[in-house]
């Protein structure tokens, strides 16, 4: 007989939550069934497990997804109602859907138009919430559309998703992925692409699935399928309703610059008939925890942090001991934007007659012309206007580091002024390089 998955050792987390039985695993991470000590509330307990991360280059999707959900309160999205962290282990607290997958039924048999259009609908406000939100999905399909204990579609899993912060200069995404029989024909082009359109083309074929039991572009050859796909080639079954034929027609649309949009089907006779704009207070659906963040590094009480404290910040996913000197690495909040922290970083660094080498993501490396010592800085984007500066000091020169950092550079930054009143004391004795 096949061993019965037994839940963690510790099953009261942080004094908080029971934990019961495991209700989905993947590779990095388990769900499990669990009810808070409280309150008595059945919630679903997401386990990360950072050692399993490590090296995968996955980690800014963890981050990412918290950082997504936290702004996302709609009632049909799954809502996430809090962040722990230990040293080895990150857990979502998040609701427990009842209902299961969306997948699991209509496995079973297709739906009616009627009951479809009900769950499109329904689809279709979350979508539309998280695009109003500068949050794209990137991965709709029915094993992430989850089912209440009222039969209400919920949208889950975001770790694939995007943020209009990821936008390029030319207005468009650029990271292909997606699942293939629901990726849009533009990502495929490999050109760039809009994330509100290319949900809108995984809502269409969503919404075939659920009115013809099966999927419009599905071979086991993926090149096939692939090319099918780009040239928008499906046949739509006899018994769907011209109305229904014609609204797939504008979902499926090849071209991004015409397939319609989620304002535009407000207008179309199929979508119309039966609905109701969904009326909610985004308040009814926050945290109800005011998403603090649990850190417990060391088995001492839980700290409570603001999600913008604990969001991305650590390398690793680490989330202990975030702030001031931690492994060598400083790290504090700014109200200035990544750019005009970068300016000011530049600026002083030339000025000191400092090597720059700028890196992929968004930081520099600072490096002192006798090679002793460096600095190394990146920063993250919290918000518009709020962003997480992370410094190393590098070398063993340490008298020279903090004379450029603690005595020029940091008060520069700190003060917040304006960026082009740094002026060196001297003149550097050579050229900067660049790299």
């Given amino acids: 007989m096949p061993e019965i998955e037994q839940p963690p050792e510790i099953t009261a987390l942080f004094g908080k939550y029971e934990l019961g039985r495991v209700v989905g695993c993947g590779a990095f991470a388990k769900v499990y069934y669990a009810r808070n000590v409280k309150t008595g509330q059945s919630v679903a307990v997401k386990i990360i497990n950072k050692k399993k991360l490590s090296g995968t280059g996955l980690a800014g999707n963890v981050k990412r997804e918290i950082t997504i959900m936290s702004r996302l309160h709609h009632p049909h999205i799954v809502r996430l109602h809090e962040v722990l ?47 109003s939100r500068g949050v794209f999905h990137r991965d709709l399909k029915p094993e992430n559309l989850l089912l209440d204990e009222n039969g209400n579609l919920k949208v889950s899993d975001f770790g694939l998703s995007a943020v209009r912060d990821q936008i390029r200069p030319d207005g468009l995404l650029h990271t292909l992925c997606g699942t293939p029989a629901y990726v849009a024909p533009e990502i495929l082009a490999k050109r760039g692409y809009d994330g509100a359109k290319v949900d809108v083309w995984s809502c269409g074929v969503v919404l075939f699935v659920l009115a013809a039991g099966y999927l419009p572009f599905n071979e086991q050859n993926l090149m096939v399928m692939y090319r099918k796909i780009y040239k928008g080639e499906f046949r739509c079954p006899r018994w769907m309703s011209t109305d229904l034929r014609r609204f797939l027609s504008k979902l499926l649309d090849t071209n991004p610059e015409t397939r319609i949009t989620v304002d535009g089907m407000t207008r179309d006779p199929w979508f119309r008939k039966g609905y109701k704009q969904i009326k909610f207070h985004e308040e009814d659906y926050g945290s109800g925890y005011d998403l603090g963040f649990g850190c417990k590094g060391d088995g001492s009480e839980v700290l409570n942090l603001n999600a913008f404290d604990i969001i991305s910040f650590s390398s690793g996913l680490d989330l202990s001991g975030l702030f001031g000197e931690f492994d060598g690495v400083e790290r504090f909040v700014l109200r200035q934007s990544p750019e005009k922290i970068l300016e000011v970083v530049e600026e002083v660094g030339t000025g000191e007659g400092m090597a720059l080498r700028w890196k992929k993501e968004c930081g520099v490396e600072l490096e002192g012309l006798s090679g002793k010592f460096g600095i190394e800085i990146e920063v993250y984007r919290l918000t518009v206007e709020v962003a997480m500066v992370e410094v190393r000091r590098r070398g063993s020169d340490v008298a020279a580091f903090c004379n450029l950092w603690d005595i020029k550079l940091k008060p520069q930054l700190l003060r917040g002024e304006a960026t082009t009143s740094y002026q060196p004391e001297c003149e550097p004795e050579s050229p900067v390089s660049s790299d």
């Fill in 85 to 131: 962290a230990t040293k080895t282990k990150i857990y979502f607290i998040m609701d427990f859907v009842r209902g299961g997958e969306l997948f699991a039924k209509i496995s079973k048999g297709r739906f009616s138009e009627d009951l479809s259009r009900r769950y499109f609908h329904q689809l279709i406000s979350a979508v539309g919430y998280c695009h």
